[in-house]
């Protein structure tokens, strides 16, 4: 007994900021409904002290994530790495966008447990990137799944709500079988369940239930595509973005992405060794497979946003799209030099994340009852409305597309390096496709800002009042793409001391 | 002097960014003035560049003609701070740099841009009516991505510029454009992103190769260049990048097949636009290919480039021409006329010679200001007139004398009339050409008489003969139409002077350009016995690369 204690004791402050979460996570579950009438009314107001709460609950997580330790300790359940660290700054930073984002989407009365799924979300990202073990991985990546589904649910918005939370429901729980299908293979063939042991057993016996760990890697890679929307995985995804608020769709364009890359870094190493450690001339299928799924990504995710008129639609493509670019840094992998694919896709996931959840802030803030953001032509003349807010979601969407003086622009040269110096044939047809994707979406991009500032507004639409604080969280994104496009150095420093 | 270049960069997006954050219609007027203020003070400061520069080079000179063993490109005054290290566990790290120099190309340049950006204040002063602070702020952001683009010497931060100019440009030839605006700024954008992503690639190649060589900083264009010249790439690795970086640059030039977006953009665009678009933004593919092309890749531009750009150059001044004889609406016809000048350009800077490359840069620089000069011009009668098409005008010149003048001035300058500044440039640049390939220089030579011809006839049907004013222009309203005014006259006086300065002294600016051109040219004309007579070299001797290691 004593040295369980022991181990819960020495594995508490590898995770001290997820506990913190996790803490005030049960403190809004359990005080929340006191503070709610039984009419289901609270007081006008309310949200936004749960907002606050969920902010401090992240100060506090952040500045236990400044002092945790940084090197590698592979024994227990958890281990934090460099990767560990990179992904808790990440999602710790843009979570609090995103609590902001969400402040006027749910109701007062329903605001504790939508802020405290978040926070959940939030905490399950980061164990995943810390989780040592088989187990602890699939519990953290139901530890975000589980409250996803409560949180695209909370706003009840009419049946296209409805429809979107349980189609993503049943085909994440799907998914999540499936995994959990590639976990139970990959421990049968290794017989232990803990990450650095089977690493361990794979390099004593490379040759070892080959089959076995080719079929986990299958299923592993299937499950996890659904969470990064791959292509073919991705079809769920325009219409549950179409279905659920602009901070929901935020939250979903960016945790998912990084749980299933954080997942796949630390999954496909296991199954396949050399797939990601060597380079020879002879691709590994599992490679050709991810670069097969790369380009299918890039290319059907840009071409099918070309078509769309609603911007949640047009931005779940584009989040699929965006996800074929970071597969090339995952299927170029950390061999090559000079420039390592996995801290390009980690750099991109960031520079990514900080654009989306910029767009879709600035959207939450645009967006108010009487004038919603659904079309393309709620856009028109939102230059002339919010210049502001159009000016930022002028720089994010050219973040987006790639184009300097936005971190776009860098994290897709990483990328492009990355591909490129790789130095095989594979390697430069992924950078070749990636060229030719980036000016696909150009022109979907460059068709919403045409649309912000050449349209007059329309008639009737009186101007509507800006929700200031996601506006204003939106706006905090846009600018720093445009720092990180400056100063870019510091990110990659924190993504290259990452090498599996 | 890299602190002044600081403040070019700065000043300008300092007052476009003090436009946006004011952009209210009520501040119309305050707007105009401080987008004055901001294009004089860089113009003032570019200027002085200019001087400092000179002064720097005449005592350099002597230092850099015996630097044999000095890169191709040798700016003079540089600025590195690192920006990006990329792999820093790898032994061989990609740095990006904050890179900024100045050469005698980029000197000049910078000033033509400074020069250009004022007049364009000064001729949108009443013809932008609407979103007059963004207005401005996009021309002042413009002008930073432009003379940034200039002053990179490193080979990303080149690229990061190149592109970043389309978003401004973007923005105003769609917002305050044509009744196509839309359509044209659509196109333009994605044809020209479309072709620079793919130089993008090049560019990559060429800082990726020189990486995993073991060059320490793979994207300083100094550095980079002196590596290439000392390990050449395989020929055939030279051809396909220097296909890829010419991509981009094709179709920002615009070279014949590639040109189809520039008519369309510069009809639609605002005076302004076309003004910049003609006069500097044209000027980025050429500068590219001299910056990029010429110096890394000598024996792709020999075997591909000359041919390539002298065909495509030659087709480009005939066809351009022809189809500037026959357009109805003058700022077309400029704009074709400018398919053709840049085709002179191609011809010169693809010599590979010290005459040709000077004359290409020459003709840059002079395609800039009587362009630009022309599209004023164009400019101004169309706000008079509210019509551009030769049929519904003719005899201005009894009208507006002034006006009248200033338009044959320009034309003669484009047109390369000795003694004005069209001259030298082209004459150089087929001086050049007819020393590598004397047919081609011939066949160009051609488009001198149909540039004659074309901008002559248009000046006797819209200028001279009798005296034909569209009904519904200015005439139907209460005031007549006046002649050109103060303040248009400030927006032309400088360029037609600085037109009338090149044609008479030439020999000032081509000494601050040609030490540079020379540092590239030497490329070329190292013979087997090191003699310098560049046309007798055949491309195999010189070249006779063997694959890098």
Redesign the interface.
Known sequence: MTSAIDQINAAVHLVAPELILVITVCVMFVTGPFLVTEAGLATPGLRKRWVALSLVAIAFAAYAWWGAPVEPSDAGMFRTDALAWYVRGLTLALGAVLAVAFIDQIDDSHAAEGQACMLAILAGTNLVAIANDLVVLFLSLELVSIPTYVLLYLPRRGDANREATAKYMLLSIFSSAIVLYGMSLLYGATGTTSLAGIAAAQAHDPGAASLLTRMAAALLLAGLCFRIAAVPFHFYAPDVFQGVSSAAAAMLSFVPKAVGFVALLRLLPLVDGAAVADSAAQEPALRVLLAVLAVATMLIGNLLALRQQHLHRLLAYSSVAHAGYMLVGLTVGPGSAPVSGVSALLFYLAAYGITTIGIFALLAGATSSQSPMRTQTDLAGLSRLHPAVALALAICLFGLTGLPPTAGFTGKLNLFFAAWSAGTQLGRILAISLALNAAISAWYYLRLIAVMFLEPPAEEAAPAKLCLAPAVAGAVCSAATVLLFVAPQWLWDAAARFSP | MISLLFLLLLVPLAAGGLL?LF?GASQARSARWIALAGSIAVLAMSLSLGGQYRQLSLSFDRGRADAAAASPIRPQVEYRK?????????????ILEFHFGLDGVSVAMIVLTALLTVACVLISWESIRERESEFYAALLILETGLIGVFCAFDA?LFY??F??T??PL??LI??WGGPQ??YA??KF??YT??GS??T??GL??L??SA??GGLESPCSLPQLAAWYRDNPLSPSWQMVVFLALAAGFLIKVPVFPFHTWLPLAHVEAPTAGSVLLAGVLLKLGTYGFLRLCLPMLPAACLSVGVPMAAVLGVVGIVYGSLCALVQRDVKKLVAYSSVAHLGFCMLGLFALNSEGVTGGVLQMINHGLSTGALFLIVGMFYERYHTRLVDDLGGLANRLPLMAAGMVFVSMASVGLPGLNGFPGEMLSLAGMFKRHPLYAAAGASGLILGAWYLLTMLQYVFFGPLKEPVHGASAHSHPVRDISLRELGSLVPIAVAILWIGLTPQPLIDMIRPDVEAITQLYARGPDGGESVAQVSPDRTFATEPRP
């Open positions: 946006l952009a690192p920006w990006l290290t990329l792999g820093g566990a790898a032994e061989q790290p990609v990303l990061v510029f592109e970043f389309l978003i973007f923005f769609a917002i605006r839309r700024a659509v954008f994605l992103l479309a992503l793919v993008l690639l990559v190649t800082v990726g990486a995993a």
